[in-house]
């Protein structure tokens, strides 16, 4: 198993991602968010099928930082089940995984 990973988190809209990856990069729990506009989301909730916009995050994060990384974005995020799904990373560029390694593991 990989120490590199990506998660990836549905928001509402860019605002709340912004708030949530500014923090996650500043705090340390990742060293890169992606926020990539445009989404149209069809999924199942209270019974009935939703179709939504959204904007999808992706995060570059190490293994040791989820646990934070998952508290921070449970605490800033307007959604009651915000998405939160864990990709290992299966290979990279030696320099870009350890450059990762590097920003989540300065605090």
């Known amino acids: 198993m990989s120490d590199i990973c990506v998660v990836l988190c549905t928001c509402p809209d860019k605002d709340s991602a912004r708030l949530i990856a500014g923090e996650a990069v500043k705090q340390g729990h990742a060293a890169c968010v992606n926020i990539i506009p445009g989404l149209e989301s069809l999924y199942f909730w209270d019974g009935e099928v939703q179709n939504d916009s959204e904007v999808q995050m992706v995060l570059k994060t190490s293994r040791t930082s989820l646990d934070e990384l998952f508290k921070l974005v449970i605490s800033l995020h307007p959604y009651d089940e915000p998405e939160w799904l864990i990709l290992d990373a299966a290979g990279g ?15």
């Open 93 to 107: 560029s030696d320099s870009y995984l350890e450059w990762i390694k590097r920003c989540t593991q300065k605090f």
